[in-house]
């Protein structure tokens, strides 16, 4: 039996026109020349194509992007941005596909398990007995001036994470 032919993808201008308004507003500008992509070093170690990414979202592919690991994987550190002829904001596009993606439901997990620590201790990276140990050779107190000795302020934090709805969206899908 012939295999039945691949369906071409059909655009979805929809969603292009709410990635430029959330955000993305240089995603026309990309021209696909790929300079991005030679220079991202998440590309080197994954199978994250930026370039690639930018065309679905340009094309309005959204189930190419918000439910992907790939998404996750840009480290934002901008060397695209630096490099690209047409002046696209290629992190900040990033950034927009994100939030869209954690309104939705998806979240990476690294990103999950930091915004988790984030949302109960107040920091990003825990504070571990080999940290401590750093802190007292240095003459510092064990633990900083922060939500970590501060119950107040930590208090403050919960509200805040709490009020913004930030608590559950980080515990999406
Ligand atoms: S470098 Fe800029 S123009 Fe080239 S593919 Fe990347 S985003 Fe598009
Ligand atoms: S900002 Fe993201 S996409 Fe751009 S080069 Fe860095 S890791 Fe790659």
Same mark, same amino acid.
């Given at each position: 039996?012939? =295999? ?9 201008? =929809?969603? %292009? ?7 993305? =507003? ?41 439910? %992907? ?6 480290? %934002? ?7 690209? /002829?047409?002046?696209?904001?290629? /992190? ?11 309104? *939705? ?15 109960? %201790? ?21 633990? /900083? ?5 501060? =119950?107040?302020?930590?208090? *403050? ?17």
């Amino acid at each position: 039996m012939a =295999e039945e032919a691949k369906k071409p993808k059909i655009p979805n201008p =929809e969603f %292009t026109n709410q990635v430029i308004a959330e955000g993305a =507003e240089t995603l026309n500008l990309c021209f696909q020349c790929g300079t991005c992509t030679g220079s991202c070093p998440s590309g080197r170690l994954t199978a994250f194509r930026v370039r690639k990414m930018i065309r679905r979202a340009q094309l309005g592919f959204k189930d190419d992007i918000l439910p %992907t690991d790939d998404l996750w994987f840009c480290t %934002t550190c901008y060397t695209c941005h630096e490099r690209c /002829p047409r002046g696209v904001e290629i /992190p900040d596009i990033v950034f927009t596909l994100r939030n869209i993606a954690v309104r *939705e439901g998806y979240m990476g997990d690294a990103h999950k398990r930091v915004a988790g620590l984030l949302t109960k %201790t107040g920091h990003m990276v825990p504070l571990t007995d080999e940290y401590k140990a750093i802190r007292k050779k240095l003459d510092l107190p064990e633990l /900083p001036p922060t939500t970590l000795s501060n =119950e107040k302020a930590l208090k *403050e934090l919960k509200k805040i994470v709490s009020l913004t709805g930030f608590d559950k969206l980080v515990g999406g899908k």
